[in-house]
């Protein structure tokens, strides 16, 4: 590989990490290129992805990037997973994969500057997606304003029943 090629690569890698909202360095050491590309296809499908590149290339990728702290993990055979949208989703991903493969050896990530050790990692992973926060979020936001109208409206309503039951006392 000639200069121009790492030049390339660091380029490449620094656009990825600066547009990443987490890094997962993972050890793939062991893994058949048939599973690799399998965990490369999950990722993909949730606007993630998983690359293998060199470590002295990996740290200069990561300088003046909020993912400084990951050179912690750059040593031996390594594969960064980043993901662009939601940071809950390559660690599901990851987590589950390694459940079939315990080849695959998630060494630490990056979130928001923040380390997260392995064990944290699967505890982000059991947070619930996106879709299902956000749908619980409105269910919150929309069960206010109904309560509200419901006690607005039992006012009038205890109002009625009072009218009815004096109406039904006069005429017996």
């Not at 090629?5 to 660091?10: G, P, S």
């Not at 960064?80 to 050896?105: G, Q, R, T």
Request: charged share 25%; aromatic share 6%; hydrophobic share 40%.
């Amino acid at each position: 590989m000639n200069r121009e090629e790492k030049t390339t690569i660091v380029e490449e890698l620094s656009g990825k990490f600066a547009k990443a909202k987490i890094a997962i360095v993972t050890d793939y050491r062991g893994l058949t290129v048939s599973s690799f590309q399998e965990v490369r296809r999950e990722l993909k499908k949730n606007n993630s992805e998983i690359r293998v590149a060199k470590n002295t290339l990996l740290r200069r990728a990561v300088k003046g990037t909020a993912f400084e702290s990951v050179e912690n993990y750059l040593s031996g055979t390594t594969a960064v997973a980043v993901s662009y949208a939601d940071p809950v989703a390559p660690a599901k991903i990851l987590v589950e994969f390694i459940k079939n493969n315990p080849k695959l050896v998630i060494r630490g990530a990056v979130l928001d500057g923040k380390i997260l050790s392995q064990e944290d990692l699967v505890q982000l992973s059991k947070l619930p997606s996106k879709e299902v926060l956000l749908s619980k979020l409105l269910s919150v936001m929309q069960a206010v304003p109904t309560n509200f109208v419901q006690v607005l409206s039992g006012v009038p309503r205890k109002f009625m029943y009072l009218l009815t039951a004096i109406k039904n006392q006069k005429e017996q």
